[in-house]
């Protein structure tokens, strides 16, 4: 029942180091599914190129027990469930220690809506979360607390990312796109200071693409 | 008819993310006919990887018409016609938000001539024009108003790059070199000021490169 | 006997530009089997993909007598043989001259705990040793004066890494994530001065990683 | 009988842009072979993807008079001629824009010895000669001028680098190395400013490279 889920769960970690977001075993992936209430994670510390769909850890949404699985699942598996509890219409998250977005998370800086890029993804600039420990539910509140409302993303201080969205799928490109976006404005901040568009502009590059862009 | 324009402008397109211009789906390759007066262009959101010839999208350059295509075409397809239609002896185009060119467009700056490689391929620095919104034909005007006559390449401010040349190849490369040199320039900048070229020096690199290099 | 170890060896030495560390013959793996008091390493200047398990040289730790190998060992020999005979535990080391942790090397800067991912893989800070020369056991000296006690990696000024480990695939990976944490916080760097962890947060992730992470 | 020094200058050319040292076509390796007098050398804007041995240009070093191939030669051939003319025990070169130590060339500056990398390939700094234009033997003059005697590479001003050494394999080693390093101290540079070594230390590091290491 959970196959498709599992493939695309699967796809979206093994898809990680391809994008250049993990090293070693810095990330992870799970999807949602309403239907069953259940959701899938990638297991704590397996390299990516050995995950199959299979080993992934079926866990139920509302009480948080693993169903599935003979493996541990991630030690952010705490953090994934509150945002499914708490996030409506998000069926995909994704954590990475992307570099560059990890370079703003450190100085606790969010990255700024400098590039019609972030105009288009992120529909304004990508937040940045005051750091906070990994106890209990301290990373998942503090991301519902500081999160921007369209916005698919968001830096955890001195952490990292997460980034959601209506898929497995639609999580990894907003953390493929915030880790893009962070690399060009970290350049621009080398040469210079990068203004911010305006928010007439914004919403101009917003509409296109979230309204005419795609199939 | 169309068969060898496809084939070019799909292999301009797949290798975008080969040679690291894009990130997703951020960027497109068009290719045009002269003889038809039709051009093609990569369709809205598609996967670099998945793209086909058959899959690319037929447009009437004279009157925007798409005549071949189950998809709808690239949401930048106006930029690509008006420039087709404005600019002689262009018959390739491709758009990108590659990370250093587009720092220096987040800072509406010139790639400056500081290098043999710029006056080889460039002829002199490469322009900035300033930020445009989305609209209608204000991209296309905007890269006719700025752009230095014989540099197949500019930067629109906060958003990318346009590059173009005689065939899909020909404006695949000069996207290529934008990114190449925009990478030495960003990191000679955060070790000094290098010195632009003077334009007696350009002339002759220029020269060279356009009359005894290659085949 | 040395079958596995002589694998394990060969896996992490290959893995070295896999991973990104090493440009050329620029960096070496060894591992140590405690119960024949032999180790294995790289022989000297060998191009790592023609590198196999039969390839790596046999040392006696107690002695450092060559035992089986047609080739020369790394210069680096001294060094590893130092750290086998005085880090209780380790059975697996890694050198490099990896790019940014070698930069916070030529500064002779450590690499502060500015990060979580820092906290959980090296419990703090991860020390620079000052500039020694390569002569005896100068390097294995400054080593050990300088390493932090739970830290499985240190700098050494003007030069590069040392990592080590329970495994030469533990030693592989706090190769990596040193490289991986330098280039994230050399880049915050560049956006301002991000602050250390403080004590306390520190021991909360190194305790997570160390006790609840992995399967 | 030039069949395997086509080999090796073959095998340069194509590491070129494997190890990331050129970008479309820009740059060139070759070898001698003194016994024939005769070197080979790339053809000019050739894909390096689509090199053969058999497509390599072969030219008399005392003459310059091109003796096989069909194709055009470098037009940096007149470069590659000086140097082979006045360097004993040159038998390989190789010519990049590597962006690192391009862009220590675009302001002019040598790379400092500040590695131990550095002092083991390149026995002290890199020297960076200053601008001169692509006529006649200005660049191979300037070469000649302003390389330190045991230093097998040099930046040009504004332009790239050249590197040489015993054969082809030799001489993409060294323009391997010369990348490297330039990154790593480019990257020191933005934390602070890393001293040079002495030169008593220099020699050390030099000697063992020379005489202890390697097969």
């Known amino acids: 029942m959970l196959r498709r889920l599992r493939d695309e769960v699967c796809f979206a970690n093994q898809n990680l180091p391809r994008a250049g977001l993990v090293t070693m075993h810095s990330g992870n992936a799970s999807g949602y599914d309403p239907e069953t209430g259940l959701m899938v994670i990638k297991p704590s510390g397996m390299d990516y ?5 299979e080993a992934l850890v079926a866990v139920d949404v509302t009480s948080g027990t693993v169903l599935e699985g003979q493996l541990k699942p991630s030690v952010d598996l705490p953090h994934h469930l509150f945002l499914y509890q708490n996030l409506p219409n998000v069926f995909g998250i994704v954590h990475t220690h992307s570099n560059h977005a990890t370079a703003f998370a450190a100085v606790e ?6 590039l019609t890029a972030i105009a288009d993804e992120f529909g304004g600039p990508i937040p940045c979360a005051p750091y906070v420990d990994n106890e209990g539910d301290h990373i998942g509140r503090s991301i519902l607390a500081h999160r921007r409302e369209r916005c698919p993303a968001i830096l955890l201080g001195h952490h990292g990312v997460f980034a959601w969205g209506g898929s497995p799928r639609e999580a990894l490109k907003a953390a493929v796109m915030v ?3 962070a690399k060009t404005v970290w350049l ?4 210079g200071r990068p203004a911010d568009l305006p928010d007439k502009e914004i919403e101009k590059w917003w509409d296109r693409y979230q309204h005419r862009y795609g199939q």
Do not use: H
């Open 179 to 181: 880790e893009d976006v």
């Open 188 to 191: 621009a901040r080398q040469l």
């Open 49 to 53: 190129d050995r995950l199959t769909p």
């Open 109 to 114: 800086e969010p990255i700024p809506a400098a």
